[in-house]
């Protein structure tokens, strides 16, 4: 062989033969990687490959693409590692090979692969000939089998960190690498945080290959600063009156917010993420920190600083606090409707101007509170952009914590503007169109900014699906008007749910709708001729909170305000019932997650869903089932890049699913020719 092509030479799948016992006339066929691309490899005779490489085509999938025979390589290759790897690093593979852009049954195969319904003994099969690729285009098995990095079997440690060595990740590309050992490193933390004893100990027995071994590495090295990580001597938090320390995760947190000053938490609901954080701004010795909430979160803050470390001083809602102890460690919250008034610019520049001892800058879940108009938003994020770069610009070390359990819930320019208020910088390079591979490229960066961890939940979560036959109504639901939306039919399903709601009724129940006009009024009126004492926290009527949590109101109707971020209901309340299903599931993550989560007394929190469905000949019709399917295979485009699960079918936004179902039934033709005799 000529010693200039013997970087071609498969490292592994030769032996015992060697390159230097072959004349490069031999015939000898052999297994090939190319020298630009370490995911394409495929099988040649000696003398075919130095005519072409001499030819300056080394790698022949660089050109003519993929074969079967080459797309069985590199499947044999993956297949050792499959259960080990998320299905965004397996996009991340697809994509360097090459094998996003074929078409056919070969690219059914690999969407397949990468949303995770495909399984081993499927690639298995097509290795050895018991199945054609043909058949495993055709034989996708239904959405919802796809499995989940988190419900894997635990413990498989070794075969985690090996997978980073296979030979088919992309060297070349930087941040691509910084991700993969991060997101190896995040997988290690996240086993520990369930498993801790059977993790570390596994970790004696891992490869000890490049990757592999950096990645352990780092997570140990990490693992040993956290546990030696000084907790503050003022360290109080008492929960229920008894004295809690911080959890392993809150202390990996501060410890994150001490080693990188710029950072995300994208915990799940309940894991503790405002004492991760408090404790961060104290690990840095934080004089000055300033929490940024939604409103109704102002007065859970200041509880939380004063129970956690009481010595701190705490002033709320003004950019002019006026401190009685000057010195000591000191807390401002605000809420975000101040940085939106006209006077919002120059009382935040002479805040920082007085405070130059301003050292950290909480911001809580910036996405989530609700406004109005979107250039409120936007005037928000001016100020939010102006006040961080300020305060940046005065104090080399500011820490910055953006916290959100969903820091995307809608479009990918969320993720952006999160990672851009992290880094503290303009990312254009990061696209935001709807599409799966800005998703992932968002998704890398989300995983370089932040730690996520959704914890398991400690009480059990029962879900019920409350079935309503709206077969009789569809023939209102086929008058709408095409300039109706989706308003217009939930307040006709609205009426056709209301029925089965107030069976379900029993004192401290919650109900939430994300739509308001037209009915929360009538939805409102009935409960209370049935009897019921009500309240309302649906953004216009807020006061019907304190008397649900403490008094005697028996149930409150909440809308997606209340979804985020306000902590208290799970002491009061285990059962919520939804009058239409939250569009996302970060939504429905951050609306669940007010029940479930610490201090929640009851062994089980139940949500109800209830759901319209029509039966149309032998065709079934509901909107809420579409919504539901989206919440549970996680369709959505905030989904893909929060978690870096894959869609398993085009993405599709909230208006398209509208109008795609209500397309279908207007297909269906005159309500009376297809109703028949349901009608
Ligand atoms: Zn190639």
Redesign the pocket.
Known sequence: MYPDLLGAWHPTDNAPLSPHDLPPSSTQIVRWC????P??SWREAVHDFVQHAREGR??????HGWSLDTLKLFLETLLPHLNELNSSELFLIAQQA?LLDTTGDTNKVIRSLIDQSLQRDDLAGLLTGKQSLHQLATRRPPPGLSRNEDELPQLQTFDLLSAYDSPLFPIQDERAIAYLIESGVQKLWRRTLEHPEETLASLNHTPDTPYATHIKTRFLDEYAAVNALTIPPDYALRIDGVPTPPSLLQRLLAYRIGTRRRTGIFTGTGSGKTIAALLGSRVINARVTVILSPHYVVPMWEEVILNAFPNSEVCTGTLSPVWKTPTGPRYLVLHYELLQLPKSEDQLRRFIERHPDLDCCLVDEQHLSKVRHPNQLSLRRQRLNLFTTLAAQQTPDFALVAMSATPILNTLEEGRSTLELIRGEALPHLETAATIPNAMRIHQEIVLSGFRWIPPYPMRYQEEHVEIDCTADVPRIQSLPSSAGILELEQILYTIRLPALLRLLTPKTMIYTNMIEGIVEPLAQAIRSAGWRLGLFTGEHKDGVGDFLHGDTQILIVSDVAAVGFDGFQRVCHRLICLNTPFTAGLYDQLRGRLLRLGQPHHTVEVFLLIAVATIGTSRWSWDREKLARLHFKRSLADAAVDGIVPDTPLQSQQQAYRHLMGWLSRLGTPAATLGHNS
């Open positions: 190319c020298p630009i691309n995911a394409h080394p790698c022949i999938i660089c050109e090459g």
